[in-house]
């Protein structure tokens, strides 16, 4: 598609973040004609979450065909369910088709990032020492990149190796280890699946336990994925075919209501797989969950209950007491003597961007913008913050579909806000603040209602106790894409 830019001068912008959303936004920037594009990102390789998630077992739970861009779909996938290795490879390969690598300013966090009124332009100061400047900023930093450290008393103390699963250890041995698994969601059981089969001993110590959904998954031969190369529209059938996407989005628009027939449908089942598969009666108390399922991120697994039954896997459901230098000590006085300690105790997913410093019109900090929560109006602008839009930010729907089509539309939708900027007809966009009060009263109202506030702890409440996500069906969040409101924009 042509730059329809007339006289105007070409925009500046900066892209936050060479994940999977800055990876996306750069190549449309570029695919458009555009020239200024700079990513900034904080590591020195592309990636995000699959670059700095490498724990043993990692397997994205969205099917491999709809985990992919739209305008690149891989052969290669090597079953249903990719691995995070191949998901990491297959975004490095896209950057470097595209040609977007030489974009990409590597090993610069950006520390803070302020609008300047008087020329409308954000300026953006970088963990390097460089200034620069951007007509538009693109805020594609992710949702779950800062680890959650639990405060265990001693865990300085520990003689073995200790480390969160998004900051793997490389030195630590698995192999023949006794091993300490702090966390019972989607990462702590996809580690005990792996380690099950490598070390000596796996201890889980689970906190809540969790509801496990069954699900197929199987490879791709090496025929298929030579039929996938030659004739790529094999890959779009499969996009193509309505009972791909409907066992995707089966349970979506259920979410919505936590009293909903989908909802306990998804118990039901859940329910029966945890009856028929664990057969340890002692075991299967302890992995019985006693809140709604899907109010904690469902978790996806062919696989769980068989590993959990492995002889060399305990699962701990007393309280810790505190770490020890052989282990951990738990309160009733149990010593479990560990060797590796791998903290699979999630992220502080209200951070964002944070915490770069990002300020806005009259000197708005997005700290006080996001008090008492983070928002965004339909996820994507903020009153106050001109020419600032966020792929994946607060109150997407991340956890009900699949992030890339999520970040696809939302990228559609800045195109159109962005329109009027290109053309020279304003030089800031941004939501009213009227427009984004009235998304987030309606938005709290249905987030009380759905799946995720339906009584549980889990990372999408707020510190409120309100779900920060999106609280509607798939295809309220598609129509909403397709077309910004032009009222609820302020064009300036
Ligand atoms: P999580 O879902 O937040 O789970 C953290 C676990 O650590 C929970 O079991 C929690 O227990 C426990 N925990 C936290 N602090 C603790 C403490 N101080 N002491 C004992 N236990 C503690 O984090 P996650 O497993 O890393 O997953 C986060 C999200 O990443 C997922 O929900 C999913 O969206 C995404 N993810 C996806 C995949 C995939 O595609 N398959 C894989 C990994 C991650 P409580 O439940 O009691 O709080």
């Given at each position: ?20 959303s800055g ?130 008393p001693?865990?300085?103390?520990f ?46 110590f ?6 496990i ?37 089966r ?60 002889p ?120 009213t ?45 598609a129509d909403a ?12």
């Amino acid at each position: 598609m042509q730059n329809i830019q007339t006289d105007a001068k070409p925009l500046r912008y900066a892209i936050i973040g060479a994940g999977m959303s800055g990876i996306l936004a750069a190549i449309k920037l570029q695919q458009r004609g555009e020239t200024h594009i700079a990513v900034y990102e904080k590591a020195a390789a592309p990636g995000g979450t699959w670059r700095d998630n490498r724990y043993p077992g990692l397997t994205c739970d969205t099917p491999s065909h709809a985990y992919s861009y739209s305008f690149a779909l891989n052969p290669d996938w090597s079953g249903y369910y990719a691995t995070g290795a191949e998901i990491n490879a297959y975004f490095i390969k896209v950057a470097t088709d595209f040609g977007i690598v030489p974009l990409i300013h590597f090993n610069s966090e950006v520390l803070s990032c302020t609008f300047d009124e008087d020329r409308n332009v954000w300026q953006l100061g970088l963990s390097t020492g460089a200034q620069a400047e951007a007509d538009v900023v693109i805020l594609a930093s992710g949702v779950l990149h800062h680890p959650n450290l639990p405060n265990l008393p001693g865990l300085a103390s520990f003689g073995g190796k200790a480390f969160h699963s998004a900051r793997w250890d490389d030195s630590a041995v698995l192999d023949g280890a006794r091993v300490g698994i702090i966390g019972g969601g989607s990462t702590g059981t996809q580690l005990v699946n792996a380690l099950s089969r490598r070390v000596a001993r796996v201890v889980q110590f689970q906190r809540s336990p969790q509801w496990i959904m069954p699900v197929p998954q199987f490879p791709y031969s090496a025929e298929e994925r030579e039929a996938f190369r030659k004739d790529p529209a094999l890959m779009e059938a499969i996009r193509n075919d309505p009972q791909y996407w409907a066992n995707i989005y089966r349970f979506t628009d259920g979410l919505t209501d936590f009293t909903s027939p989908q909802m306990a449908e998804i118990e039901t089942i859940c329910r029966q797989n945890l009856e028929e598969k664990v057969t340890d009666p002692a075991l299967r108390e302890k992995l019985r969950p006693n809140y709604p399922a899907g109010c904690k991120r469902l978790i996806y697994s062919w696989e769980y209950y068989d590993c959990v039954q492995a002889p060399c896997v305990y699962v701990e459901t007393g309280s810790i007491d505190s770490i020890v230098p052989e282990g951990v000590r738990m309160r009733d006085g149990t010593l479990h003597p560990l060797d590796v300690i791998i903290l699979a105790t999630g992220f502080k997913a209200d951070q964002f961007i944070r915490p770069t410093t990002v300020t806005g019109r009259a000197g708005l900090t997005l700290d006080e913008f996001w008090e008492p929560r983070p928002t965004a109006h339909y996820a994507v602008t903020l009153p106050g913050f001109p020419n600032l839009f966020m792929l994946n930010g607060p109150t997407s729907p991340v956890g009900n579909f699949p992030l890339i089509d999520i970040a696809e539309r939302q990228w559609d939708y800045i195109e159109q806000l962005l329109a009027p900027l290109r053309q020279g007809a304003a030089v800031a966009v941004e939501p009213t603040p009227e427009a984004h009060a009235a998304y987030e009263t309606r938005r709290i109202a249905a987030a009380r209602k759905t799946i995720f506030g339906a009584g549980c702890t889990n990372w999408y409440l707020d510190k409120t106790g309100i779900p920060g996500t999106w609280p509607w069906g798939y295809q309220a969040f598609a129509d909403a894409m397709a077309a910004p409101v032009a009222e609820e924009f302020r064009f300036s």
